[in-house]
């Protein structure tokens, strides 16, 4: 994982409070980091409403990425950075309007900021679905990471 080419687009990569409620942002298991979904909220970005409605696709697609941020940010909180070797797998939730159904174009926003960050590695296996998201959060992303062996 390249923290400099997150700088570079904007982002600090500090790591994020572990303890979430009654739950962890990010677990580790063996050789996989487990993120907790996180939600398009930092700094001053909180984006929430329907996409398709509320959203237009390139809100959503900045909405999906600040996500993947935040999933980063939670695995930082379990490992350091130089012990992520890639993404294994984003599973991407998008807060969908009657009738939205390009939710694979949205979850391109955490998709192609991973794959900057990663440069170099393969891009992962991915889902992307359309649903009712808890809070009328515009995207959800959760994150499956491989630490080097």
Request: glycine share 8%; aromatic share 4%; charged share 20%.
């Amino acid at each position: 994982m390249d923290l400099n080419i997150a700088r570079k687009l904007g982002y600090d990569l500090s790591p994020a409070p572990l303890q979430v409620l009654s739950f962890h942002a990010a677990t580790r298991v063996g050789s996989l980091i487990f993120t907790s979904g996180q939600i398009p909220s930092l700094g001053d970005v909180a984006i929430k409403g329907k996409v398709g409605d509320d959203i237009d696709l390139a809100t959503a697609q900045k909405a999906a990425e600040v996500c993947a941020v935040n999933c980063l940010r939670a695995a930082l909180a379990v490992a350091d950075a130089d012990e992520i070797e890639r993404v294994a797998k984003l599973v991407g939730m998008v807060n969908v309007a009657p009738g939205f159904n390009d939710t694979s174009s949205v979850i391109n926003g955490a998709t192609d900021f991973l794959n900057s960050v990663f440069d170099g590695q393969p891009s992962h296996a991915r889902s992307a679905v359309g649903m009712v998201l808890p809070g009328d959060w515009a995207v959800e992303v959760e994150l499956v990471l491989a630490l080097r062996q």
